[in-house]
């Protein structure tokens, strides 16, 4: 009984997911039969949790950040640009970096602001974590590593961030990989009710806009981010080891604030800087992505995701859509490296 009551939910919650995110991010669409990626023999295999470190971490200043950084590959190897999001951290593409610095890339993953070791530099910058922001500390990354162009690839955060350097600097982002495709939203297409059973599937958006869910999360920060973990990948067994390689990122003196102004903002619940208005206003419109492009998604994501029918078009240049199969959730370069990799690798040569 319980096992068909688990198997319920987990087919509501992915019914759940597709619908509450179409409708969040503004994008209308219809069904379309979803490919699915066969395995590759160019990157080798390899087992989820092989490595558990990188092979160095490095800081920079940057922009308004002193970034923390994990860095591998030849210095004077394609660069590759890897981002995490929420609850999520560099640990994410542990497996990852040396696959693509084994193949001559050279690979940068940093922790995004509010993050790992990542600071800002002054106490007076606002703790701010709208999308055109957090993809402004990645340019200044790009600037201070004098890296002119780069591929950026990520997921949740990291994904969105993906999507807005494309459209934002097409000239400095060679080509993109996105999990869960297009992600960039804007606080007045946020406002569009969804029906309460998806709903659901943003709880925790609704519960950070309150004064006791910032309180909630700030107390509760490991248990509350572990739950996130199993409900966005309910097929992922990952030990504790694993997750808390990972928690150690959000004891970040800013995370938690960050945190809670990246979901009140999406909301419209509260305010950004003035000096990102400008960028913002180009983002609402949903301008299409021109450079070189593969979103895909794992087969078992339990977070809020779109459908890839409903933001194929706002994909205007090559493209190309993977689903991965196996029990692959919203983590997917942490729960499927080899395939992350290789969809990195293949990016180029649409």
Known sequence: MFEEIN???RRFMGKAALAVAATHLGLLGSGSAEPRYPASSDVPAIKPGTHTSFASIKQIDAGLLNIGYAEDGPADGRAVILLHGWPYDIYSFVDVTPLLASAGYRVIVPYLRGYGTTRFLSSKTMRN???SAV???IIALMDALKIQTATVAGFDWGARTADVLAVLWPERCKAIVSVSGYL????????VPTPPEPSFLFWYQYYFSTPVGKAGYTKYLDQFNKFIW???SPKWNFDDATYDRTAASFKNPDHVDIVMHDYRWRLGLADGERKYDSLEKRLAALPAVTVPAITMEGDSNGAAHPPESVYRTRFAGKYEYRLVSGGIGHNLPQEAPQAFAQAVIDVHTL
């Open 129 to 131: 974590a709208q999308q």
């Open 7 to 9: 198997h319920q939910r």
């Open 184 to 191: 960039i939203s804007s606080p007045e297409g946020n406002q």
């Open 135 to 137: 993809a402004l500390d």
């Open 230 to 232: 199993h409900q966005a």
